[in-house]
């Protein structure tokens, strides 16, 4: 299926926003995320000042997505993305590889999308 430009835009927004979890750029994922913003993970969730001292302090370590499939639902001034990936990341200073769901919601806020919620669902594979 074709995809829109505003997809397009939406899709490329996310993997920016994969690169600088990678590359620890705070100050830029700050004004990405939402003030009420929410982050689920395997080992708990909260919002974005504990998610951005958790990358500022290396706490998690996002090295690398491996994204494999995305796919974007738009619902007015909301869009929800799934992305399929292979995330290696060091948690607590040990470097695991896990396969995810990872769910984020993008609201549009004065003309610019923030993201509102990011989960990610670990995926069993056989």
Known sequence: MQQ???EQE???LSKTKWDWMSERKVEALAA?????????????????????????????????????????NMMGETAVLLNNVTLLAV????????PF????????????????????TKLLTS
Do not use: C, P, R
């Not at 395997?42 to 951005?52: F, I």
């Open 4 to 6: 829109t430009n505003l």
């Open 10 to 12: 939406l899709i490329q």
């Open 32 to 72: 990405l995320f939402h003030d009420k913003s929410v982050f689920v993970h395997m080992g708990g969730a909260w919002g974005k000042e504990q998610e951005l001292d958790i990358i500022k302090s290396g706490g998690i370590h996002y090295k690398k997505a491996d994204i494999h499939d995305v796919s974007v």
């Open 91 to 98: 948690v607590g200073g040990t470097s695991v590889t896990n």
């Open 101 to 120: 769901m990872v769910t984020e919601v993008y609201v549009q806020q004065d003309q610019s999308w923030q993201l509102a919620a990011l989960s990610f």
